[in-house]
């Protein structure tokens, strides 16, 4: 059983950053991968971006590859999102969650990971 607190969500303005942390109990945190997925009012959860158990691998959305980046601390049991260069459509619950996923397409899809956070709001004003 893995539990994840996520925090570190807030108001910023377009062009801001904020760095979310996702606190995972339990001893085996090593041997999950990680992802973040984040749900906007009215819209599906999407995927946002991943990572391995070993932290060698990372996968992101479009739609923020190059402004996000997602890393890991198996010594810490938490997992991070930094979000840089934030604009308004950003704005989300965003979710960590927990898998036991190795197959490198495996990491988008939100029913392949067994364990999940209550998530943390973002919002970013224009």
């Known amino acids: 059983q893995v539990q994840l607190v996520e925090s570190g969500g807030g108001l910023v303005q377009a062009g801001g950053s904020l760095r979310l942390s996702c606190a995972a109990s339990?001893?085996?945190?090593?041997?999950?991968?990680m992802g973040w997925f984040r749900q906007a009012p009215g819209k599906e959860r999407e995927f946002v971006a991943a990572?391995?158990?070993?932290?060698?691998?990372?996968y992101y959305a479009d739609s923020v590859k190059g402004r996000f980046t997602i890393s890991r601390d198996n010594a810490k049991n938490t997992v991070y999102l930094q979000m840089n260069s934030l604009k308004p459509e950003d704005t989300a619950v965003y979710y960590c969650?927990?898998?036991?996923?190795?197959?490198?397409?495996?990491?988008?899809?939100?029913?392949?990971?067994?364990?999940w956070g209550q998530g943390t709001q973002v919002t970013v004003s224009s």
């Open positions: 969650a927990a898998g036991s996923l190795r197959q490198s397409g495996s990491y988008y899809y939100s029913e392949n990971y067994d364990y």
């Open positions: 339990g001893r085996t945190f090593s041997r999950y991968a």
């Open positions: 990572i391995s158990w070993s932290g060698g691998s990372t």
